[in-house]
């Protein structure tokens, strides 16, 4: 059974441009979750979609967006990059919403660089 | 609100002794409690879950947590660890939002150091 995955693996961009990446989840997974892992902070939970509705947003700006596809499949949107959106992206997926009791299986992420 | 301290951001053990990550959580309601190990430039990999069942959870790799609401603590361990062990370990907490939903806080992780 194919794991997450996620690309690209690596990027590089400048201040105020923008990125999009992409995670397709295990079959079967209705559930996906963004995180970031920047460097020294841990992981910050940042969206959480379900059935191709975005249920729950972590504490960050607009600027992040996100949406999920009728294959389950979704993308990160990240606007105006900035020198701090530098980190790993992480995606999960789980087999359904609950996040709670469900385990969430991990991408091996997107390494981002902002110059 | 819920949050969960990983009190050690280092842990160093030699090859063959016992391991322990410490972490606490602070929860409103019922959580439910992850770790999850990382390896360098690999993903995050679930260890064990703690969701109301047995307090004393069993995980892969030899690892097990107990639960312990008295101390609100769920603290990993593993009799003898191998090198294969050092990785990054992440505790993670999930309760219940104000808008009904669960959502996971992770821990800052501890770095586990194994010296041959």
């Known amino acids: 059974e194919a794991g997450v995955t996620q690309s690209p693996t690596h990027l590089i961009k400048t201040r105020g441009q923008q990125v999009t990446l992409r995670c397709s989840p295990i079959?079967?997974?209705?559930?996906v979750y963004w995180y970031q892992q920047a460097l020294g902070l841990g992981l910050q939970f940042l969206l959480w979609?379900?059935?191709?509705?975005?249920?729950n947003r972590g504490n960050f700006p607009p600027r992040f967006s996100g949406r999920q596809f009728p294959n389950y499949s979704s993308e990160l949107n990240v606007n105006a990059l900035e020198l701090e959106d530098s980190a790993l992206y992480l995606c999960?997926?789980?087999?359904?919403?609950?996040?709670?009791?469900?385990?969430?299986?991990f991408g091996p992420g997107t390494r981002l660089l902002v110059l | 609100a819920q949050s969960v301290t990983q009190l050690d951001s280092h842990v160093s053990v030699s090859e063959g002794t016992p391991v322990l990550l410490r972490c606490n959580y602070s929860?409103?309601?019922?959580?439910?409690l992850f770790w999850y190990v990382q390896h360098p430039n690999k993903g995050l990999q679930l260890l064990l879950k703690?969701?109301?069942?047995?307090?004393l959870v069993k995980g892969i790799n030899g690892f097990e947590a107990e639960f312990k609401k008295s101390e609100t603590s769920f603290h990993l361990t593993k009799p003898s660890a191998h090198m294969s062990d050092a990785a990054e370990y992440f505790c993670?907490?999930?309760?219940?939002?104000?808008?009904?939903?669960?959502?996971?806080?992770f821990g800052r992780g501890t770095s586990l150091i194994v010296h041959p």
């Open positions: 079959s079967g997974h209705t559930s």
């Open positions: 703690y969701t109301s069942a047995a307090t």
């Open positions: 993670v907490v999930s309760d219940l939002t104000r808008g009904g939903s669960y959502i996971p806080t």
């Open positions: 979609y379900d059935e191709g509705e975005e249920r």
């Open positions: 929860s409103s309601y019922s959580p439910s």
């Open positions: 999960a997926s789980s087999l359904r919403g609950l996040a709670g009791v469900e385990t969430q299986y």
